[in-house]
């Protein structure tokens, strides 16, 4: 299905643009409002201007509406108008007809008070001075409105008749004659200009604005586009990896220092992650392929002398070439399955269901440790010098594991013993501290790290037929990381190799295996 904004960059755009769009149409909508607000309030200050210089003229206060000079043009319409509604003057457009607007007309003059009465009332002579002006004046105040107004000669009514009508702005200002008569004038000033202008001006601002949103849209989808290049090019890139199956490539990195290069930079390490996990994966296949085919081989050959000469077949040598194989196979099935993340138990012991959780908890080693060696002791060469000081000996994990590390070591130990094999175990701070030695020849110091990877022997003293295919300590490091510690293996008070692991230590509670 076609999804015209499924692309970060279409988005991108369209989200820019509308943002852009509205605050442009709310600044658009205020700088219209200031505009109409300003012109209506020059127009209402025009229109109060006439109404008062008609209103003060000597004539109108004199009461001869009549002889008052009045604007005959439509740009300037004046109605005097008393206060019973009566039109006492008119400019030429509006001769003949009825008052335009009936809003804010004159008071009727007060009936005059005595003089005694005056001095009687102070209040009431301020607020009737407020309502009507005193003899001879203008009012201080005025009042705008804005009403649509017929100029049509013809018509009689404004409203009645067809025609065209105008928006006129009008004050209205009271006065008051000399002899006491109060009227309105009305002075109106037409609204065409101020409202072409503010047409003109919205007109230009929708234009200004469709051609601003077009430019904005343009540049972002530009902008968008050289910004999203870099990983256009990481996806090509990672395409091709991904057909050639070479691992071996990187992606480029720009030369900038954003999140486009870090990701750049992430890839290459996950890259370069991967490439490594998979050499070794296919190392891995490869040791173990040529170490299986040794005792298959062998078994075969033992299988093809019996069958040909029964007489010569020798069962122990066939169930030692099994147990040999049983035993690599266990190995490597083990190692497979913490390299795959699964729990220890689970690792040794696939077939059983509830064996996943069993042995996780609080793991007392000085009970691990003698359990082992009683359990051991009818098998080993050398019976090993045990050491156990300190109280606490408890470390977070798996019982089953824990084994498996002391069982390597101390078959390592014994493999290459002469005559001594020690074990220590004693707690050092926060940590737990288990040695394995013997007095046999020791590693040398440029070989201490590559002994724990997998498949290596040092020497012939270390060869297949002695026992062991090299995946012992590697099975060693790989569970006493999962635990959080570490291992080191360096030379011996007795001379040989003394392993030491170190496992962070934890509280002993119930729980405990």
Known sequence: MFRPFASVRARTTLGATVVVALALVAAGITVISVLRGDLMDRVSLESEVRARAVAGSQAALNGRFTEVSLPDDEDHLVQIVDSAGKVLAASEPLRGRAPLTTYDPAPAPAPTAKPSDRDDDDGDDGDDSEETPPRGQVSTGAEHKTVAVNTDTDSDSDSDEPGEKHDYRFASVHATTYDGRTYTVYAATPL???????????????????????????VTWLVTRRALRPVEAIRARMAEITTSHDLGRRVPEPASRDEVARLAATTNQTLAALETSVERQRSFVADASHELRNPIASLRAQLEVAQAHPELLEADGLLEEVTRLQTLAADLLLLARLDAGESAESAENPESSESAGRGTGTVDLARLVRAELVQRAATDRITPDVRITGERHGVSGNASQLTRVLANLLDNAQRHATSCVTVALRGEGDLVVLTVGDDGAGVPPAERERIFERFVRLDDARSRDEGGAGLGLAIVRDVVRRHGGRISVRRAPEGGALFEVRLPLADAGPGVA
């Open 192 to 218: 065409e200009d101020e409202q072409e202008t503010v047409t003109s001006v919205t007109r230009a601002m929708l234009i200004g604005l469709a051609l601003l949103l077009l430019v904005i849209a343009a």
